[in-house]
């Protein structure tokens, strides 16, 4: 019997497919990339046509092995990594490595494309094989030199200019200035007072609230009423002229549609994921993976999603018909529409053979698969099925009602709307949620009223409000930023926005990114001094480029010359011209009070300073808000006393941060920190006592240690989880992530050295 040997990025996936396709078939998992350019200077060629050097990836040359060695008795190959621009490249890689080590011989290779894993849609890939796409690898071979040539050359002149350790990317630096600007706007707002008028209003047994539109004949703005004096004014005059009567002069009733959101793509379902269930755009991808790759549902494992990476809403004939079958089942008829919906894609380089993210099977319902699913699968699963059910039913049908109430004269108007649901449709079953903005309730009703009708007027009331900035970027709204302006791609989004944090540029308050000190330095020097390649149309523009490489519509290699020959002349020019202090330095129009030499903002360890420019010579400092000379009361943590002396504790500032300590220092000592270290549930595997609990060193770098401490003073620097090392039995591993070998289980004890791939569940909260 012929054997062919089929591969694919994950041992989850191969088990799924192998099930599918019989004894003539074995699968192999590559887990991902199988190679990737040398790390060190020289990778990447520009004299040479940007010639580009590889090496296997160290965590998998064993998977290499063993799909070499399957091949020397395989008859054929199929090459089915994902049907993008990455697994098109994953496939290359492979077949290069395979045709090096001699096992291909003249053996047929086929690329296998597929958008389920069902058994209908492997089974019609493996019977219409493709070859692989030239211009998808030309396409990813670009992406990845640009990526090493800016990673490689701007971000050793950032160690240099600035500190080590830092990076600079084609994509990261555009979406750092995104954040670091709203920052900016922030700060640059101006607060401005403004009142708004409303009335208390008795109709038909109902209370009901209206505002003041128009006062004497003119129209009101924002800004029409700006202090309480003018407001209670206000007031006074219509009550006046109302003398408890407010007079109906407009009754105006319509009908309003509103259509359902299209399926989700990659960027859509990041948001809304985000928005609903708090996900992360990296926790929504991981978990996303899982369903397209295969659940096990009791004996038969079958991928519940289609391919999760995907910029297209277009959805197959046979699904939609299959939807409407669903809808008219379980929604009734009159939730169906005449006709399917169609979607247009908006993204130039969307595939039509790609799909929009849907349930495989729209008839396997959320609640028929729980019991197989965990929660996190669940609730996306969940949140999958019902936007794409959604976007095949029929509009929601809503009644809007204005009345306009006149107050003395007809000059003066007072309006009040309402809204009811007449045919819900589609929201039965899914809305779309919105970026800041509350949710809002579509049943408001209004009472019955004609023209001509009286009311009671109970009171007006005047109500102060003050002009906010904008907000603060949360995921959702920086993916959705992100996409508006074609700055990377939906499946990288996940990895920009760990590396922002990673690299501490950006931290999360509230859920929101804001900048940090290190950011907007790093930030500053990128526009001040690289400010076309941190431009957003610039990088839109390279991404677009990018994408008509794929389509075969540009050659890659003028594409890297044109971009590569003014970006090595800016290094050079930069690098010569710049000092240190010319990047970590601002100058500000201040004179020092203790030598008179100018001042500036200084970038140091702990942040933003001011600082004589006359150091070492003179040694005046100051922290941003003010002088060092000007004390503050200490915050008092209500409730609590020092466990040590009882006197109250306060919040205080040190060199490493705010904590708390005694008020009562320095005759008592005790301090603790700021933030309650987290628990993360495991037993500490030294003393057996404590469980270990997550907190930050002096210098903000998460550890895990003893609960116990200092009667126990075990630690470990990796997210620990409760199971044992296969190898030596140790009560604990370590989750271990590196940019070349990924996340592995680790056992913590060096003289061990037990390592695995980690196949599990995204990280939980204790150890982002």
């Not at 084609?170 to 009335?199: D, H």
């Not at 019991?371 to 959604?390: G, N």
């Not at 690098?575 to 004179?591: G, M, Q």
Request: aromatic content about 8%.
């Amino acid at each position: 019997m012929a054997q062919h040997l089929v591969i694919v990025e994950s041992p989850a996936k191969a088990r799924t497919i192998e099930k599918y396709l019989g004894k003539s078939f074995q699968v192999y998992a590559s887990y991902g990339h199988v190679r990737d350019l040398i790390p060190k200077e020289g990778a990447v060629d520009p004299d040479h046509d940007f010639s580009m050097k590889y090496a296997i990836i160290e965590k998998n040359k064993k998977h290499v092995q063993a799909i070499s060695k399957a091949m020397e008795k395989a008859d054929a190959l199929y090459l089915a990594t994902d049907p993008d621009r990455e697994g098109e490249a994953i496939s290359w890689h492979l077949y290069e490595l395979l045709k090096e080590q001699q096992v291909l011989d003249s053996k047929p290779v086929h690329r296998v494309v597929f958008h389920e894993i069902t058994k209908r849609a492997i089974t019609e890939a493996v019977e219409n094989p493709k070859t692989l796409s030239t211009d998808l690898i030309h396409a990813q071979q670009a992406r990845r030199a640009l990526d090493y040539l800016v990673g490689f050359k701007l971000s050793p002149l950032l160690w240099k200019k600035i500190r080590r350790g830092l990076s600079a990317g084609r994509v990261q630096s555009p979406a750092l200035r995104m954040i670091v600007e709203r920052e900016l706007e922030i700060e640059r707002f101006e607060i401005q007072e403004y009142w708004t008028i409303e009335a208390a209003i008795q109709a038909e047994d109902q209370a009901l609230s209206a505002r003041l539109t128009h006062l004497a004949g003119e129209k009101l703005e924002q800004f029409s009423i700006v202090n309480e004096a003018q407001a209670q004014a206000t007031r006074q005059s219509l009550l006046d002229q109302a003398r408890g009567k407010l007079r109906v002069v407009r009754v105006e009733e319509r009908e309003r549609k509103r259509n359902p959101a299209a399926p989700f793509t990659t960027s859509t379902l990041q948001q809304e994921a985000a928005r609903k269930l708090g996900f992360t755009t990296r926790r929504t991808m991981t978990v996303a993976q899982q369903l397209y790759e295969g659940i096990d549902l009791g004996g038969e494992a079958v991928g519940l999603i289609t391919y999760m990476r995907t910029d297209s809403v277009n959805l197959a004939q046979e699904a939609v018909q299959e939807l409407r079958a669903l809808i008219e089942s379980r929604y009734g008829k009159d939730n169906l529409p005449a006709q399917p919906r169609l979607y247009k894609t908006k993204s130039k380089n969307a595939q039509e053979a790609h799909e929009a993210i849907r349930p495989t099977s729209a008839f396997r319902t959320p609640e028929s698969v729980k019991a197989h699913l965990t929660p996190d699968q669940f609730k996306l699963y969940s949140l999958i099925w019902k936007r794409s059910v959604a976007c095949q039913m029929v509009h929601a049908t809503l009644n809007t009602v204005t009345v306009d109430f006149a107050c003395g004269s007809a000059d003066n108007l007072f309006r009040a709307t309402g809204s009811t649901v007449i045919h819900p449709g589609f929201m039965s079953v899914y809305r779309e949620g919105r970026d800041d903005m509350p949710e809002e309730s579509d049943e408001i009703y209004l009472p019955k009223l004609v023209e001509g009708q009286e009311v009671d007027l109970k009171d007006v009331t005047p109500s102060q409000h003050f002009t906010e900035p904008p907000p603060r970027y949360t995921e959702a709204s920086l993916v959705k930023a992100l996409e508006e302006y074609g700055i990377g791609r939906p499946s990288t989004y996940a990895t920009i926005i760990s590396t922002l944090q990673q690299r501490h540029y950006v931290e999360l308050e509230n859920k929101r990114f804001r900048p940090t000190d290190l950011g907007r330095v790093v930030n500053k020097f990128l526009t001040e001094h690289f400010n076309r390649y941190v431009d957003y149309n610039f990088t839109a523009n390279l991404e677009d480029d990018l994408d008509a490489v794929s389509r075969g519509e540009k050659d890659w290699i003028p594409l890297m010359r044109e971009f590569w020959g003014p970006f090595h002349a800016l290094i050079g020019e930069k690098d010569e011209s710049l000092k240190r202090a010319d990047v970590t330095h601002e100058a500000i129009d201040e004179k020092c009070p203790e030598c008179g030499s100018p001042l500036s903002i200084r970038l140091g360890r702990n942040g933003r300073f001011v600082g004589c420019t006359n150091y070492p010579q003179c040694k005046y400092t100051r922290n941003l808000a003010g002088k060092e000379s000007e004390q503050t009361e200490p915050e008092v943590v209500e409730g609590r006393q020092c466990p040590k002396c009882h006197s109250p504790l306060v919040i205080k500032t040190g060199r490493y941060g705010r904590f708390i300590g005694c008020s009562g220092y320095p005759a008592c000592r005790h301090i603790e920190p700021l933030e309650k270290p987290t628990d993360t549930g495991v037993p500490c595997p030294e003393c057996g006592q404590g469980t270990l609990t997550k907190r930050k060193s002096r210098f903000g770098k998460l550890f895990y240690s003893c609960s116990t401490y200092p009667k126990c003073s075990y630690a470990v620097w990796n997210p620990p989880i409760a199971e044992a090392c296969p190898a030596c039995q140790w009560p604990v591993l370590t989750l271990k992530t590196t940019k070349r070998r990924g996340t592995e289980k680790v056992c913590p004890r060096k003289e061990c050295g037990y390592a695995a791939p980690y196949e599990g569940e995204p990280l939980t909260d204790f150890a982002a």
